[in-house]
Each structure stands twice: as structure tokens, then as C-alpha cells.
């Protein structure tokens, strides 16, 4: 029996137990109110301390750092300075070929976090098997850095209580927990994609940041399953932080009306969850790479209890979606799927969609088609959406950027630039920034929305730009697929420094 027929039964199971699709867990099937007055801006997930600590900044993945954002940017600095760039050879899958992988990709947002008192310290993977530790300020190491056995992909997470811990994955299979109070980044626990479920589907890299919430670690992995895995941080006698984490539940993200739906080949669906999952009100949202949206009731297990996990929302989009959901604070969703398996439902549907929960039967408020071919032979978008004000900024795979009014989908703005375009938008003190595969990093004034946004500056950094940037105090930081990471600022702009705060809850003051 192939791996996935029998994790089928394992799905159907948990879902006996666990699914409801008549409405989420607070039982209230009313539809979510439309906002009604001004909407207040998103706030990071990291209480604590200053920083930018996970892929979109916090729980509903919404948060982009903090400006000002740069008015005249130049290239401050370049790591690595010498010429040499961050490569590695790697295959997509186990049995895959392998060729040549620089600089960082899809989604590879930095962490920049407090550090020693100085400079604020930017942590980003490589594809050159690495992940890095930067001086914000100059671009320079300032910690050793942690070397793992295949290319980092993804995004990762410092964590926001404040903790010296950093929860990485990569490609070689493993999910990691590391402490950063030592003279080196040092492992402390990784869970295996192919041994912590009963039976992995599809692959086995994990693309998602882990989301903590409280001592609980959420995360998406490409074999198919949602894992919950209680932490227990604290410290030891000596003062260091210390972790010894459980795998409270683990779900299935798929279930036998998906694949009856999906059709996929053998010997395989592909299934896989690539997004980095969002959280609000005890329940976490992800979808997979066959386009089931879901949303399971995890309010007791991140409680200490021992319920399992409660399916209590199902959609299917159609077609691949590895955009992160992203959540609104009066609790839409905004979706944005891939157009590649060409199905009849992903063409009535369309690929950037709103979504209410609270009406599982009929959760769509709207959605917009994005049929034009852009990334691989496929159309539709890879890219997060971005909420800034009564507007979400959708990105798609052809260089479309429109910007669209979140209460009718009205698409009120919208701008052509070079494809493939799957990095994902940032919105900062109204300016928008976006990047495309020519390597062009473009800064759109947003502040008026009567108005068609002006180009407030197009910056060129010579090659394909798949991750996401991060702003933060005057500064961007952001890796192409040339081999590089830069630090990018206005020319007059001071070094960045680190907010005197203390980001731990214990005597330790480094995140």
C-alpha cells in the first residue's frame, strides 16, 4: 500500500474524531461584521522587545516591520562582501536531480531582532546550506553561523517571549530548535519530516516559519502534515535555556474528498503544506499544495489540555496554494492559489479570494481571477497578500499588482511589472514595496487611496528577487538569487541600533 493510501486512513480518522464543518468553535454562525471605522494597524507578535521575529511579523501574518522606509535607497552593504556567493547544489526531491542553488528564495523574509546591546541582528537561511547572523548595520557576522545538510528555504522564528531560541527548518528533513545563548548556535531538538508521522506524503522540506505561540510550536511541513509540539522552554542551572518539546498532535492536511477531487498521478498527491500557518482566536489556518484551506480548533491543546485538534473550517480553492492565509483583525481570510492544475473549479473560482469562516458552507465574499501564466507554466500567485488600511495588495505570478478594496474586491489600483513575480508585498507607512525576477525592488506611495499610487523609487539589484523584504528603522533587508544578501538604506541614514529593552524573560537580554 503506497504511503499515501495509508495515511489516508489516518486521515479519515482523525477526522471522524475531530470534524466539524458547521460552523468554528465559539458556535456563533452570524457572519463576521464588516469593519466600520478605521482600521488600526497590525501589531508584531513580540510583545517584549522591538523586532521583526517571523515571516509577516506575527500570528495572523500581517506585520512588516517598522519604518521609516527609505526615500532614496542605495546598496549599504553586501554580505558576502568578497564576491563570493552563497550556493549549493540541491534536488528538489529525494530522488530529484540536483543543480545549483544561490542567494535566498521563496520566501526567505529576515528576522531582525535586538542583539548585545548593538546593532540589531538580521537572521536569514542560504541556499548555501546556512543560516546566517548579520551586524544590521554593516552586514558582517556577528554569530557564528548554523550549518545544516541541505538549503534553507524558507522563513524561520525568533521567539517572540523572548527566549535565546530560534526554530529553523531545511531542507535536509529537519526542523530545529536552537539556542542562541551560546558561543555558537547550537541545537537543542529537531523533529524529522519522514519519522514524527505515521506516514509522510509528497516531501519532506519545511518552506513554512514556525509560529510560537505561548510555549507551542506550530508548523506546516511539505509531508503533508500539521504539527503542534509543546516547547517546555526555561532554563537550566547554568543559566542557559533549555527546551524539551513534545508532539502534542499531529494532523493530516488533507482528507479522501481532496484527493477524489484532485485526480493527482501516482504515486503521489501532492499535498504538501509550503505556507507558514496563521493563528487567531484558537484556531490556526493553512492550506496545501492541493488547495484545501482549512481551519482546526487547537484553543485546548495550547490550553495544556489534551483534546485533539477539531476541524471546524474546509475549503477548497481549486489548485496549489502555498501563499500563507493571512487574517484580518475582524477574522476574514484573504487566500491567494496557484493556477496550475487548470481544473474547472479553480477557473470558476478565480485565485485571489476573501473568505469568511464563520460561513463554511459559503465562505466566499469575493474573488478575482489571475489566469495568466507567469512562474513555471502556471498562473495565479505564490505571494502573500499584504493588509495595510481598508485595502489588501495581492501580488500575482505574471507581475500583476493590484491593489483591492477589501469590502467589495473592487480592484481599485493595479500596475504591471516584470514576471516571475512570488515575492511577497510589503506595506510600511504607506509605501508599497514589491520585488519581480528582474531583480527590480519597486516603492509605490499608497497613503492616498483615491489616488493612483505614485512610483516613489524603482531600485535594480541585478537579479531575480523571490523573497520577501524586511523594513525596519530606515532600513531594508533583502536576499536575491544572485547570491547575495543586502542591507539597503538611504545614503544619509544612521546605523540601525538595538532599542534598549530587555527581549528576555529571564537575566539573559538576547532573543
Not at 521575529?53 to 495572523?60: H, K, Q, Y
Not at 546550506?129 to 541541505?150: C, I
Not at 492536511?253 to 485526480?263: I, T
Amino acid at each position: 500500500m503506497p504511503r499515501w493510501a495509508v495515511g489516508l486512513v489516518v486521515a479519515v480518522a482523525v477526522l471522524v474524531v475531530g470534524a466539524s464543518l458547521q460552523g468554528i468553535a465559539r458556535g456563533d454562525d452570524a457572519p463576521f461584521p464588516e469593519p466600520s471605522g478605521p482600521v488600526a494597524p497590525a501589531r508584531p507578535i513580540n510583545t517584549a522587545f522591538p523586532g521583526l521575529t517571523t515571516f509577516r511579523g506575527n500570528a495572523s501574518r500581517s506585520f512588516y516591520g517598522e519604518g521609516p522606509v527609505p526615500s532614496d535607497p542605495v546598496e549599504r552593504w553586501t554580505f558576502p562582501s568578497n564576491g563570493t556567493k552563497l550556493c549549493a547544489m540541491s534536488a528538489e526531491t529525494q530522488t530529484g536531480p540536483k543543480k545549483l542553488w544561490c542567494g535566498t528564495g521563496w520566501t526567505g523574509q529576515p528576522n531582525v531582532v535586538p542583539w548585545k546591546g548593538g546593532p540589531p541582528q538580521v537572521r536569514i537561511g542560504g541556499f548555501d546550506d546556512h543560516y546566517h547572523f548579520l551586524d544590521a548595520a554593516t552586514g558582517v557576522p556577528s554569530y557564528p553561523d548554523l550549518v545544516t545538510g541541505d538549503l534553507a528555504k524558507g522563513s524561520a522564528t525568533t521567539d517572540a517571549d523572548g527566549y535565546p531560541l530560534y526554530y529553523a527548518g531545511s531542507r535536509d528533513d529537519q526542523l530545529r530548535v536552537v539556542a542562541m545563548d551560546r558561543p555558537q548556535p547550537t541545537v537543542l531538538w529537531q523533529a524529522d519530516a519522514h519519522t514524527t508521522v505515521p506516514h509522510w506524503v509528497w516531501n519532506d522540506d519545511w518552506d513554512g516559519a514556525p509560529l510560537q505561540i505561548g510555549d507551542y510550536l506550530l508548523e506546516g511541513g511539505e509531508n503533508s502534515w500539521f504539527y503542534v509540539i509543546r516547547l517546555h522552554r526555561g532554563y537550566g542551572p547554568d543559566g542557559l535555556v533549555r527546551v524539551d518539546p513534545q508532539i502534542v498532535a499531529t494532523v493530516p492536511g488533507w482528507d479522501a474528498q481532496l484527493l477524489r477531487d484532485l485526480h493527482d498521478p501516482p504515486p503521489e498527491p501532492d499535498v504538501s503544506i509550503e505556507n507558514s500557518v496563521a493563528y487567531r482566536d484558537g484556531i490556526v489556518y493553512f492550506a496545501n499544495s492541493g488547495g484545501l484551506v482549512q481551519g482546526w480548533d487547537i484553543s485546548d491543546l495550547l490550553n495544556g489540555g489534551t483534546a485533539p485538534p477539531k476541524r471546524v473550517f474546509r475549503f477548497w480553492t481549486g489548485d496549489d496554494t502555498d501563499a500563507s492565509v493571512v487574517i484580518d483583525a475582524d477574522g476574514f481570510l484573504y487566500v491567494a492559489s496557484e493556477y496550475q492544475r487548470f481544473n474547472p473549479r479553480s477557473k470558476e473560482l478565480g485565485q485571489l479570494m476573501k473568505l469568511d469562516p464563520r460561513r463554511p458552507d459559503d465562505p466566499v465574499v469575493w474573488s478575482i481571477p489571475a489566469t495568466e501564466i507567469g512562474f513555471e507554466g502556471a498562473g495565479g500567485s505564490w505571494s502573500t497578500p499584504a493588509l495595510y488600511g481598508d485595502y489588501v495588495y495581492f501580488t500575482t505570478a505574471a507581475g500583476r499588482v493590484l491593489e483591492v478594496e477589501r469590502s467589495t474586491g473592487r480592484i481599485v489600483w493595479e500596475e504591471q511589472i516584470n514576471a516571475p513575480t512570488i515575492s511577497s508585498p510589503v506595506v510600511v507607512d504607506g509605501t508599497l514595496l514589491q520585488g519581480d525576477c528582474s531583480g527590480h525592488l519597486y516603492a509605490w506611495n499608497v497613503s492616498d487611496p483615491t489616488v493612483p499610487p505614485p512610483l516613489e523609487w524603482d531600485l535594480n539589484l541585478g537579479n531575480c528577487i523571490e523573497s520577501t523584504p524586511a523594513v525596519w528603522h530606515g532600513w531594508i533587508y533583502l536576499g536575491t538569487r544572485e547570491g547575495f544578501i543586502y542591507g539597503i538604506a538611504d545614503a544619509d541614514t544612521p546605523p540601525p541600533v538595538s532599542a534598549n529593552a530587555t527581549p528576555s524573560p529571564s537575566a539573559s537580554a538576547t532573543p
